[in-house]
Each structure stands twice: as structure tokens, then as C-alpha cells.
């Protein structure tokens, strides 16, 4: 039974860094497009504490793709 622990163990951990991945994307884009610090303070915020609701993760998408 040790090994199945150990798989799941994996299984939720990729799973958190994939779910972490896609829920910094759009400050990782705002860098990359190289927005202003205010921006990307209001991308961060928008991730960081709205993110979870989508509204804010769109928002920060939509900020961070404008030039």
C-alpha cells in the first residue's frame, strides 16, 4: 500500500502546480508583454484575491493581454 500513497501523493501535487500554473498565467503574460508596475500590480491583485472566482482572473487576463 506505500507505493498507491506515494502516487497519490504525485497525482495532487501536479495537480496543485498545474492549477497554480494557470492561475499566475496572466501575470506571467503581463511580464512577458511588459506592462507598466501599475498594471501588473493590478494584474497580481486581480489573481491573487479574485482569481478563484474566474471574473478576476479574466479581468487580470484582459489587462495583461492589452498593450
Do not use: C, E
Request: net charge positive; no cysteine; glycine share 8%.
Amino acid at each position: 500500500m506505500p507505493d498507491i500513497d506515494i502516487i497519490l501523493i504525485i497525482k495532487y501535487a501536479l495537480s496543485a502546480i498545474i492549477v497554480w500554473s494557470i492561475w499566475m498565467f496572466p501575470v506571467y503574460l503581463a511580464r512577458q508583454n511588459g506592462s507598466s508596475d501599475l498594471d501588473m500590480i493590478r494584474i497580481r491583485i486581480a489573481s491573487w484575491l479574485f482569481g478563484w472566482t474566474g471574473i478576476g482572473w479574466f479581468y487580470g487576463l484582459w489587462i495583461a493581454t492589452k498593450k
